[in-house]
């Protein structure tokens, strides 16, 4: 079977799945899981309702050679999980710095998933960034264990847009010194 890898970006085990880069295939369950309110509301950039084509145009702009921001799925496959179980991500940033964002969908919840997607994104540190940052939504404690699970520290308090709630949202900062 063809599958387009992204040499620049690396395969990351952990231990219920694989990070690996977006393929054009990913885009169906992309959709799927993004289309789901609760998902996109926890997020700054999913807009709600899904437009179409929207996952088609995120996995493109991921696999672009001059992109800033390295996307991971985290493919389950291997481990008789789903094919995509949600997406983690590293955005570089000025001075060594990178900012790390992630979902995961609504069926993976609470199950330590995104904990171990971060925890294995952190241990690799592509980027080899000195200093990574994260923020969520303040309605969201969880995403904030995810952090706090993975060694980051708050940080502060401020407030990011939300394509999908059409305002802005009160979030948590975090970093974690590398």
């Not at 291997?78 to 069926?107: D, F, I, K, M």
Request: with cysteine; net charge negative.
């Amino acid at each position: 079977m063809y599958q387009e890898m992204i040499s620049t970006q690396p395969v990351i085990e952990a231990e219920r799945f694989t990070l690996r880069p977006l393929r054009r295939s990913d885009a169906g369950l992309i959709a799927f899981y993004c289309a789901d309110k609760r998902v996109a509301e926890g997020t700054r950039a999913i807009p709600h309702p899904l437009p179409p084509g929207t996952a088609e145009n995120f996995v493109a702009r991921a696999q672009a050679e001059d992109r800033v921001e390295d996307v991971w799925a985290l493919d389950g496959s291997a481990h008789g999980l789903a094919e995509l179980l949600g997406v983690v991500s590293l955005t570089r940033l000025e001075g060594g710095q990178s900012e790390v964002g992630y979902w995961v969908g609504p069926g993976f919840w609470n199950t330590g998933i995104a904990s171990q997607a971060v925890a294995a994104l952190v241990q690799a540190n592509p980027h080899k960034a000195r200093t990574l940052f994260a923020e969520v939504f303040q309605d969201d404690p969880a995403s904030a264990r995810v952090l706090t699970n993975c060694g980051f520290d708050y940080l502060g308090d401020a407030e990011s847009w939300s394509l999908a709630r059409g305002r802005h949202v009160p979030t948590w900062t975090y970093l974690r010194k590398m």
